[in-house]
C-alpha cells in the first residue's frame, strides 16, 4: 500500500499538503486551520464484538481528525448497500453512526447513498469525510529528541482479534472486545495540558509497529520498544500464540501513540489514566539516536530484534 500511494497517488496528485502524509489535511482558509480527512470501511463481518461498521466509520474518521490536533465538527456518510440487504440491518447500522455520533459530537451533515446489484459489494460500504477545526499545531517530529518517550494509551490488537474472531467463530477463553472508541476527548484533554507533544498517531491498519515505522522513517533517530512495557489483554496474547500472529501488528481503534518531551513523560502518563480511555497507558519505549530510521524490539527473552513495517495485511478487511 505505502508503494502504491508513493508510485502512483503522491506521483500524480502531488503538491505541498498530500506531501505532509498525514491522517488529516490541514488547510489554511483565512485566518483559521482547518483539518480535512476522509476513509472508507469494508469489514467484514459488519457487526463484531464491541461495535459495527456504523461506529467504526464515524469513529475511525473522527480519531484521524484528532490526532491532527484538530476538535473534530462535521461528517459526510456515503452509503454502498448491496441489493437485497435486509432493511433491519441498515436501519441497526444507521442508528448506530446516530449514536456513535451523538457520543464523538459531531454531525452529519451532507452524504450520498447508492445501491448496486446483488454480489457486486459485500452487504455495504461506508465512506466518511470530516472537518475539523485546529487547536493545536505544534506538533514536530523535527524536534523529536534521543530519550524522548513513547507513549500508547492502552492494550494493542483488540480490534483486529475481535474482528477475527467473529468471522472465523473463534473463541481464545478470554472474548476479545474491539477497542473501537472516540478519541477526541481523551486527545484534547492531553493537548490543552501544559506539555510538549511531538508527535501522535492512532495505530490502525499494520498496528503499533507500522505506525512507528512511518515516525521514524528518513529520521536522524530510531525507536527502542520494551516488549514487557507494550500492554497486550491475555485474549490477544493467546489468540496470537494460537494464530501465529504478531500483535505488534494488530489494528487498534481506540488507542493512541505518542512521542513527548522526557520532563513531560509523568505529566501526560497522569492526564491520559484519568481517562477511562487511557487507564492502562504505559511508556512503551523512547526515542534512539543509534538506530536511524529504525524501530527495535528489547525482547522479553533478553534478545534485541528489527521491527519492520508490515509487508502485506496480517488480517485483511478489518476496519
Do not use: W
Not at 32 to 50: E, H, Q
Not at 55 to 80: E, F, K
Not at 221 to 232: A, M, Q, R, S
Not at 301 to 308: H, T
Amino acid at each position: 500500500m505505502h508503494r502504491l500511494i508513493d508510485s502512483l497517488i503522491m506521483k500524480e496528485f502531488d503538491n505541498a499538503i498530500l506531501r505532509q502524509k498525514k491522517d488529516s489535511a490541514i488547510l489554511k482558509i483565512g485566518s483559521r486551520k482547518l483539518a480535512f480527512t476522509t476513509d472508507s470501511y469494508v469489514v467484514n463481518p459488519i457487526f463484531f464484538p464491541g461495535g459495527d461498521i456504523g461506529s467504526l466509520s464515524v469513529y475511525g474518521t473522527v480519531n484521524d481528525l484528532s490526532v491532527c490536533g484538530a476538535r473534530p465538527l462535521y461528517l459526510s456518510l456515503g452509503i454502498i448497500i448491496e441489493e437485497g440487504l435486509d432493511k433491519k440491518i441498515l436501519e441497526r447500522i444507521v442508528k448506530s453512526i446516530k449514536n456513535a455520533a451523538r457520543i464523538a459530537g459531531v454531525k452529519i451533515v451532507t452524504g450520498d447513498t447508492k445501491v448496486v446489484e446483488r454480489g457486486l459489494c459485500d452487504k455495504i460500504f461506508i465512506n466518511t469525510s470530516g472537518l475539523g477545526e485546529v487547536y493545536y499545531d505544534k506538533f514536530s517530529v523535527d524536534a523529536v529528541e534521543a530519550g524522548d518517550p513513547v507513549i500508547i494509551s492502552g492494550p494493542i490488537g483488540e480490534h483486529a482479534i475481535s474482528v477475527l474472531s467473529k468471522r472465523e467463530g473463534l473463541a481464545f477463553g478470554t472474548k476479545v472486545r474491539s477497542d473501537l472508541a472516540p478519541l477526541n476527548g481523551l486527545i484534547q484533554k492531553v493537548l490543552k495540558a501544559p506539555a510538549c507533544v511531538k508527535f501522535m498517531r492512532d495505530p490502525t491498519r499494520g498496528g503499533l509497529a507500522t505506525t512507528l515505522n512511518e515516525a521514524v522513517s528518513g529520521r536522524r533517530f530510531g525507536i527502542e520498544l520494551d516488549e514487557k512495557n507494550v500492554p497486550i489483554s491475555s485474549g490477544v496474547r493467546q489468540a496470537c500464540e494460537m494464530l501465529g500472529l504478531d500483535p505488534l501488528y494488530l489494528a487498534c481503534e481506540g488507542r493512541v501513540v505518542l512521542i513527548v518531551s522526557k520532563k513531560d513523560a509523568s505529566r501526560v502518563l497522569d492526564v491520559i489514566r484519568k481517562d477511562t480511555l487511557g487507564r492502562a497507558a504505559k511508556v512503551i519505549g523512547r526515542v534512539a539516536k543509534d538506530y536511524r530510521g529504525r524501530v527495535l524490539l528489547n525482547t522479553i527473552a533478553g534478545g534485541r530484534r528489527i521491527v519492520d513495517m508490515l509487508s502485506g495485511e496480517q488480517l485483511p478487511r478489518i476496519c
